[in-house]
Nanobody, 126 residues
């Protein structure tokens, strides 16, 4: 059974950093399309950063380019999101998602990711 567990969220001041982790079990992440999504209150869930774990190809939404970095550790079967220069607009619940095959980018529909974690809250104060 595929399971994704996020951790690393918290509260920081603007300009600070956090690193989110997504520990996967029940499958090997290599070869999967995996990504980080976020959802702020009253807003739709949006793709933040996506990685095709086989090739390492990445995609970021424009608002986080240059500030966030998605990466993987195949040995630990874990996905990461390093978030630097955080802004109050980054405040949201962050989710890890995974699936196999198809287009792998931030514009991939959330309906095309079968596996989701429970989320971790990120709050950035000004």
């Amino acid at each position: 059974q595929v399971r994704l567990v996020e951790s690393g969220g918290g509260s920081v001041q603007a300009g600070g950093s956090l690193r989110l982790s997504c520990a996967a079990s029940g499958y090997t992440i290599r070869g999967y399309c995996m990504g980080w999504f976020r959802q702020a209150p009253g807003k739709e869930r949006e793709g933040v950063a996506v990685i095709l774990t086989g090739s390492g190809s990445t995609d970021y939404t424009d608002s986080v380019k240059g500030r966030f970095t998605i990466s993987q550790d195949n040995a630990k079967n874990t996905l990461y999101l390093q978030m630097n220069s955080l802004k109050p607009v980054d405040t949201a619940m962050y989710y890890c998602a995974a699936d196999y095959g198809g287009y792998c980018g931030t514009r991939r529909s959330i309906r095309d990711f079968r596996f989701w974690g429970q989320g971790t809250q990120v709050t950035v104060s000004s």
